[in-house]
Structure formats: structure tokens, C-alpha cells
């Protein structure tokens, strides 16, 4: 059974750095795309970043485009999530997601991006 999970979160001030990680257990990380997540109260949970299976090839949402940066470690089976210039609007609970198809291509062509393992996330608080 996969199992992710997130750690890094905290209170940062507004245009502060924090760096997230998600370590992967329990299959074949090397295999996979990766995934940034999150979800702020009362809203749905949104996509942030992806990485394929190759560490070279990324994806982001514009809304933090420039400012976040997804990258993975495969001998540390983890990935991880910097994030620069935080604002407040980046306060949420962020997860990761493992899509078992290692391309960026199917997990950003798949409903709902494909996501088969999730983690259970780490609270992000910015504030201003």
C-alpha cells in the first residue's frame, strides 16, 4: 500500500520561504508523478504543481507560477514543494498526490488530474 506523507508546514509571514516535503512509501516512487495540492477553508481543493517521473519536467498554476517550484528526489523517494513570496491567499492545507503513470501529460490530461495515493496534509498559515 502507498503511503505519502507531508511534513514542512508552519506560520510564515507574508513574503516568506517555506519548503514542503512528502515522502513516499510502500511502492515504486521513481515510477510516479507528483503532485502539489491544496485547500484553503471553504474552498475546493486546488492543483499547484506536478512533477513527471524524470525531475526535469514540471507544471504549475499560474496563480503561484514564478513563485512556487516542485522537485523530487528519487533516492529519497520524496518530493518537495518550495514556496517563495508567500501570501496570505497561499494559506491552506497542502497535500500530495501520486499519479502511478509517471507522465506529466496523463496526470495533467486525467479528470481530476489522476491522482491514486494521496497524503494527508500539512497546514500552511501566511500571515500578513
Known amino acids: 500500500q502507498v503511503q505519502l506523507v507531508e511534513s514542512g508546514g508552519g506560520l510564515v509571514q507574508a513574503g516568506g520561504s517555506l519548503r514542503l516535503s512528502c515522502v513516499v512509501s510502500?511502492?515504486?516512487?521513481?515510477?510516479?508523478?507528483m503532485a502539489w495540492f491544496r485547500q484553503a477553508p471553504g474552498k475546493e481543493r486546488e492543483f499547484v504543481g506536478a512533477?513527471?517521473?524524470?525531475?526535469?519536467?514540471?507544471y504549475y498554476a499560474d496563480s503561484v507560477k514564478g513563485r512556487f517550484f516542485v522537485s523530487r528526489d528519487n533516492t529519497k523517494n520524496a518530493v518537495y514543494l518550495q514556496m517563495n513570496s508567500l501570501k496570505p491567499e497561499d494559506t491552506a492545507v497542502y497535500y500530495c498526490?501520486?499519479?502511478?503513470?509517471?507522465?506529466?501529460?496523463?496526470?495533467?490530461?486525467?479528470?481530476?488530474?489522476?491522482?491514486?495515493?494521496w497524503g494527508k496534509g500539512t497546514l500552511v498559515t501566511v500571515s500578513s
Open positions: 498526490g501520486a499519479h502511478y503513470q509517471g507522465s506529466l501529460g496523463s496526470l495533467i490530461g486525467s479528470p481530476n488530474y489522476g491522482i491514486d495515493s
Open positions: 512533477i513527471s517521473w524524470s525531475p526535469g519536467n514540471t
Open positions: 510502500g511502492g515504486t516512487f521513481s515510477t510516479y508523478a
